[in-house]
């Protein structure tokens, strides 16, 4: 969810395509959602053209620091990343996380970490066989020279009296370069053929962001959310975030999506909740725009199918919502030829 230039529109969905196949070429080889949606991520960070992995922004100090979750809906497990640089994927590390905390305690009774960030994280991901990457082969020339142009933007911007009308106008010229256009974080959400929810996000984070700076794309609750249906709650739900990390933390929007999607009018449910929970948010009444951009997978199992593993027994809505000027979307079931964006 940002701004995103009509030159660049045929590859943001090319490579939604590209992850939508992807997710279903493993859940048709009969992986679970958790694995899918992994697949999916890896496949958004490696283009060059996202904001995650490969071509991330770069920081104040020109280097790049990723977040990444990811949420198992069946296990109610999650795993992330911070502010980790050098790694190519961050999600398989968050993934990995995941995986390793449900095997149990470590020695001597530790419990496993769910977040790690920083150089904290850059060596456990290395340590459990992740291959590192040198920073400067994760920028692209888009990275680059975006990074040159926003460094210059800033040094000028330093000389002159803030408060000059010319500054001011500076500023706000620039607002779909510099604001709306930063944050195209991307995700997924993904449900298997045994109804098994799980969602994910990854994000390089806002440009020339502080070194250290963690976005929503790494928080509990605010990047994504994925929870299987129960006694309590009829059905299996999956949400990923985009947008405005800051907005994003102080509003837990994934979470929050997700429990007001236990509505039946699953578009109302979700046209209020972006309203009462984000947009006229008292958390941020001080925000003179609030940018986020959610997507939202829901799905029961229908009562008169067999309970079998056939995915046609089970009812799935996909639904999406932003304040941005654009978000990018595609979506694919196993039944189809090709994804749609």
Request: proline share 4%.
């Amino acid at each position: 969810a940002g701004y995103h230039s009509e030159s660049k529109a045929k590859e943001y969905k090319h490579v939604c395509k590209r992850a939508c196949q992807r997710a279903v070429d493993r859940l048709k080889a009969g992986a679970l959602a958790v694995e899918a949606v992994a697949a999916a991520l890896v496949e958004l960070e490696d283009s060059p053209f996202t904001n995650a992995g490969m071509g991330s922004n770069l920081n104040l100090s020109g280097e790049i620091e990723c977040d990444a979750s990811i949420m198992d809906g069946k296990s109610l497990h999650y795993g992330a990343v911070g502010a980790i640089g050098g790694i190519k994927n961050p999600v398989l590390v968050a993934n990995r996380l995941l995986s390793e905390a449900q095997k149990g305690k470590l020695s001597a009774g530790r419990i496993p970490p769910c977040f790690l960030v920083g150089r904290g994280a850059h060596d456990w991901a290395v340590s459990h066989g992740i291959p590192p990457c040198p920073s400067e082969k994760m920028a692209t020339k888009f990275s680059l020279s975006a990074y040159k142009r926003n460094k210059r933007k800033m040094e000028l911007a330093e000389k002159m009296d803030t408060g000059h009308n010319q500054t001011k106008k500076r500023r706000q010229s620039s607002e779909n370069e510099n604001g709306s256009g930063c944050l195209d974080t991307v995700g997924a959400v993904v449900v298997d053929l045994e109804g098994n929810v799980a969602a994910a996000v990854s994000s390089g984070g806002l440009a020339m962001k502080h070194p250290g700076r963690v976005g929503q794309a790494a928080h509990y609750g605010c990047g994504c959310w994925a929870e299987n249906a129960c006694n309590m709650n009829p059905y299996s739900i999956a949400v990923s975030t985009s947008g405005c990390g800051e907005h994003l933390i102080r509003t837990m929007l994934a979470r929050e999506c997700s429990a007001a999607m236990q509505s039946e009018d699953a578009h109302q449910a979700l046209l209020e909740a972006m309203q009462n929970k984000f947009i006229s948010s008292p958390f941020l009444a001080s925000e003179d725009r609030v940018l986020g951009g959610v997507i939202v997978l829901r799905c029961c199992r229908c009562v008169e199918a067999p309970p079998s593993q056939n995915i046609q027994g089970i009812l799935v809505e996909f639904l999406w919502s932003h304040t941005t000027e654009s978000m990018c979307v595609g979506y694919m079931s196993a039944q189809d030829s090709k994804a749609k964006v």
